[in-house]
């Protein structure tokens, strides 16, 4: 089993950044597909940026530009440094991890509990 926490979620004017950060209970951060979803009320839950399995990055289009998704192998740790934050920004951030993809969001295999972000204008 593995646990995957996020932390440095928060509140944060529209312009501003946050850096959230994924810490998994083992090493899974090199091997796993992992990243970032999110979920704002009424919404369904939205990929916004993931590993690929050839190492690439892939970015949902309404953060591109703004949001980047890094990781630490030696740290077991994925953050998402976002940027030019906006009041549509908000919601609760999940981590994620998959032995194949991210991308079925009913089989992946690992969840974090969530981080909240709020950007107010």
């Known amino acids: 089993q593995v646990r995957l926490v996020e932390s440095g979620g928060g509140l944060v004017q529209a312009g501003g950044s946050l850096r959230l950060s994924c810490a998994a209970s083992?090493?899974?951060?090199?091997?796993?597909?992992t990243g970032w979803y999110r979920q704002a009320p009424g919404k369904q839950r939205e990929l916004v940026a993931a590993?690929?399995?050839?190492?690439?990055?892939e970015y949902a289009d309404s953060v591109k530009g703004r949001f980047t998704i890094s990781r630490d192998n030696a740290k077991n740790t994925v953050y998402l440094q976002m940027n030019s934050l906006k009041p549509e920004d908000t919601a609760v951030y999940y981590c994620?991890?998959?032995?194949?993809?991210?991308?079925?969001?009913?089989?992946?295999?690992?969840w974090g509990q969530g981080t909240q972000v709020t950007v107010s204008l």
């Open positions: 590993y690929s399995r050839g190492a690439g990055t």
């Open positions: 994620a991890a998959d032995r194949f993809s991210l991308l079925r969001i009913g089989s992946i295999d690992y």
């Open positions: 083992r090493s899974i951060v090199s091997s796993y597909v």
